[in-house]
C-alpha cells in the first residue's frame, strides 16, 4: 500500500497530537492527585492574601504583642537586630515577610505556622510595616 506524502503527514500529525493530549491527561490526572500541590495551592492562596494588609493602629497594636512574645529575644525589644537582623524599613513584600513568619528559615529562623494564624501574621506585618 502506497499512500501520499500528504497522508502519512497527516497520519504523523495525528499521532503526535494523541500523544500529546494522552501526556497533558496524565500529567493533569497526576496533578490532581497530588496531595502535596492541593495544599501548595491553599497556601499560596493564603499568602497572597497577605500583599492586601491594610495597616491599622489596632493591627500595629496586636503586631506588637505577638513581636514582644515571640520575636524580640531575637530580634531586640526595639527590632533594630541582635541575634536576628533588623527589621526596620523591610523592603520586601508582606507576603514573603508572612511566609518567612510561617515557615521559617532553616537553620536560621523557626517557623511560627503552628503558633500563629493568618490574622495574627497579619497582625505581625503591620506592626513590622510600622517599624521606620
Known sequence: MNLSLEMRALGCAVVVALLSLS???LA???IKTMPSFRAAATSMS???SFSEIVVTPELIN???QFY???CSHCHGDDATGDEGPNLHNLTISNARIAATIKKGIKGEMPTFAKKYDDKQIAALVSYLRSLQ
Open 23 to 25: 501526556g497533558a491527561w
Open 28 to 30: 493533569a490526572i497526576s
Open 46 to 48: 493564603s499568602l497572597a
Open 62 to 64: 496586636q503586631g506588637r
Open 68 to 70: 514582644g512574645m515571640s
